[in-house]
């Protein structure tokens, strides 16, 4: 008997919602949307925007039963909202804007704007600009709400100019002119940035910026001189002409262009080059890693902690779907420029802290999944790794290992002992309070979740390099 569940992240939208069943994704549209949709497959769009990559592509499939509420499956005759069932191109990893690194978020933006233009010119525009419709599948941003499009009625505004502006255009503004980890701000406000933080937070040599200062500044105090239903009578009753429209789009587009990162740096971007490994043991990783994942097979793997993506890349290039995290903004964002300069179609780098991994937010804390919920992942990578959870950190090796077993079934895993010079510098301004962390300790913790099937002494150091099988 086949099992149908509705996703509690579609909820808001009345044109349909996604479900799955027997763990294939399938999206319902209503028929309110019936129209809408129509139009999009007859004027061309659709094809359009698939052909170019830039809109998820989806199959029509033949149902018998649907989804009328809240995980509750009826026949079609019992739920009458559906006019059709689609079958979207599974995305393999769903991630939210508040992982993304700055170049992610700004190319996501330009993608958002890009289909609106192509929209319009379809007789059609955009009425959703949220970043959550964005993904990123084989190396690029692609847009995955078939039902965000609506007819364009000339002389109307561009209904998700707003909501742009406080999903893009703020956060980048918040990145590029302050500090990259202000991208977090997603998390409590699920439904984009307020414009009028934004400007508290800002620079006010941001106000010479044309772009900033029309789309932020000036838009920001327009919200706070109107009520919201002010506001929305005094949009609807502006007439703006197509041109118009398209003008506010480019403008946009070019704001979001110009926008720059200022001269940063990180201690971790240089991590292998500067530090730690000579290219004997460096070399000796690099080639026990090969060959834990020749032994594992996997078709998915997280690397934990992958800095700039050396040993990801190891994974992506066997054509592994690889998710390449970080905690350092930096790091993942030159990983991103790299895996987008190199076509790296299986590589998706992400901002994470494993120490305070995404949680589960939004409505009923369930309209976006924690990290630990988008897994398991058939391996994972931990390189470098447990020195900073259990002594940066303060983390117990058993917790550490209890984690981890619940993000993958094999663990590729490296043991950095207390001889080395990261854990002596991890030691050098505090108390060595962590009698425990030694290898044995290490060992036995870890069985506790793991099966070790292999491990390797790197090179010259003093590291240990373990291939571990999850138990129960």
């Not at 939208?13 to 479900?19: E, L, N, Y």
């Not at 700055?102 to 289909?115: C, Y």
């Amino acid at each position: 008997m086949s099992s149908k569940q509705s996703l509690p992240s579609s909820f808001r939208d009345p044109s349909g919602f996604i479900f799955v069943e027997d763990g294939v994704i399938y999206r319902q549209i209503n028929h309110c949307y019936r129209s809408e949709f129509e139009r999009l497959i007859e004027s061309g769009l659709y094809k359009r925007l698939t052909e170019e990559k830039l809109l998820l592509p989806h199959e029509e499939v033949a149902e018998t039963s649907t989804i009328a509420g809240a995980g509750t499956v009826e026949s079609e005759q019992e739920a009458p909202d559906s006019y059709k069932v689609i079958r979207p191109e599974r995305v393999p990893f769903i991630s939210y804007p508040y992982e993304w690194s700055f170049s992610q978020l700004k190319d996501a933006a330009l993608l958002t704007l890009s289909i609106q233009k192509i929209a319009i010119e379809h007789g059609m525009t955009l009425k959703d600009a949220s970043a959550f419709n964005v993904q990123f599948l084989r190396g690029k941003p692609i847009f995955i709400d078939t039902l965000s499009f609506t007819t364009y009625e000339e002389g109307l505004p561009w209904v998700a100019y707003k909501q742009f502006c406080q999903h893009f255009l703020a956060p980048l503004a918040l990145m590029a002119h302050c500090d990259l980890r202000l991208h977090k701000l997603f998390r409590p406000f699920i439904d984009g940035i307020p414009l009028d933080l934004a400007v508290n937070i800002l620079p006010k040599t941001t106000l010479i910026d044309l772009g900033l200062l029309t789309h932020i500044h000036m838009q920001a105090k327009f919200q706070q001189k109107y009520s919201k239903q002010e506001a929305s009578s005094q949009l609807t009753d502006r007439k703006l002409s197509k041109t118009a429209l398209l003008g506010i789009v480019e403008s946009l587009e070019a704001t979001v262009k110009g926008l720059r990162l200022k001269g940063q740096d990180s201690f971790w971007r240089n991590y292998y080059q500067e530090h730690n490994y000579s290219d004997a043991a460096f070399q000796a990783k690099k080639a026990a890693v090969e060959e834990y994942l020749e032994q594992v097979s996997p078709q998915t793997v997280w690397d934990l902690g992958a800095n700039t993506g050396i040993f990801s890349r190891l994974a992506s290039n066997r054509n592994i779907f690889t998710l390449s995290t970080d905690m350092d903004a930096l790091v993942v964002e030159a990983n991103y420029l790299k895996a987008k300069e190199d076509g790296d179609k299986n590589l998706l780098p992400l901002v994470v802290d494993l120490t305070a991994p995404a949680p589960a937010i939004g409505w009923a804390n369930a309209e976006r999944m924690s990290f630990g919920e988008r897994g398991p992942a058939d391996a994972a990578l931990a390189l470098a790794l447990i020195h900073h959870l259990a002594i940066g950190n303060n983390v117990p090796l058993r917790s550490v290992a209890d984690y981890m077993s619940t993000l993958t079934k094999n663990l590729i895993i490296e043991f950095v002992p207390k001889e080395d010079s990261q854990v002596r510098e991890l030691l050098r301004m505090r108390e060595d309070a962590f009698p425990d962390y030694h290898q044995e300790s290490f060992e036995r913790a870890f069985e506790t979740r793991f099966v070790i099937r292999n491990k390797t002494r790197l090179g010259d150091s003093e590291r240990t390099l373990y291939l571990m099988e999850r138990s129960h």
